[in-house]
């Protein structure tokens, strides 16, 4: 069965600090997307990054990366030099293709909440 | 701009009430989803339509209803049968079978039962 585990309930780190927020997932598919959003205080999700099964090349953009492992089903991401405005909780997503065609539904992982001290 | 509204952005409803949330979209999106957050718990999935007047369920739907009258709007009741309705509802949108694109989430509103 399909599933996002996000382990890390709460982290916390004084601005500046790296940080990285780990995401396992679990599919029977070999065609998938895995995607992480943000959610600041204010509610709304804020897509950051898709990346679908096929392509395993980490991504930087800015002081955000991505790193993909298929081999241990692991889609983490890093803050570099993080900052005050990075605090919010972070969400890591599962689609399968198996089920997009008629349902095209993400399946989250419960979150991370990071707080950044100035 | 294109987007997802919601709401109000927080409702108070009485024990025994029901109440219905608002959702809108002018993005063009064909799919529209009723997620509920509770701290600790991530997103669960209430109600998902993929065309107009036709929904599905979700991982929660009991005590909910939703209906999908036009391409742009899919509110979401929530009724007296859900025991434990206090938590924050995030509306979505999506093109059609788009697993490969994510969603566009509207800003949520805040229910609380007093």
């Known amino acids: 069965a399909q599933k996002v585990t996000q382990a890390q309930t709460e982290i916390s780190v004084v601005e500046k600090e790296d940080v990285t927020l780990d995401c396992v997932y679990e599919?029977?598919?070999?065609?998938?997307?895995l995607f992480w959003y943000k959610q600041p205080p204010s509610g709304e999700l804020v897509f950051l990054i898709r990346r679908n099964s096929f392509d395993e090349q980490n991504e930087i953009s800015g002081r955000y990366s991505w790193n993909f492992q298929k081999s241990t089903s692991s889609f983490n991401f890093t803050i570099t030099a993080s900052q005050v405005v990075d605090s919010a909780v972070y969400f890591c997503a599962l689609s399968e293709e198996e089920y997009g065609g008629s349902q095209g539904n993400l399946i989250f992982g419960k979150g991370t909440k990071l707080s950044v001290k100035p | 701009d294109g987007g997802i509204t919601q709401s109000p952005k927080y409702l108070f409803r009485k024990e025994g009430q029901n109440v219905t949330l608002s959702c809108e979209q002018n993005l063009n999106h064909d799919a529209m989803y009723w997620y509920r957050q509770d701290p600790g718990q991530g997103l669960r999935l209430i109600y998902y339509?993929?065309?107009?007047?036709?929904?599905q369920k979700g991982d929660i739907a009991e005590g909910y209803s939703v209906s999908r009258e036009k391409k742009e709007s899919f509110p979401l009741t929530v009724t007296s049968a859900q025991k434990n309705p206090t938590a924050f509802y995030l509306c979505a949108s999506s093109l059609p079978g788009a697993y490969y694109d994510g969603y566009t989430f509207g800003s949520g509103t805040r229910l609380t039962v007093v």
């Open positions: 599919t029977r598919d070999t065609t998938y997307y």
């Open positions: 339509s993929q065309i107009v007047n036709d929904f």
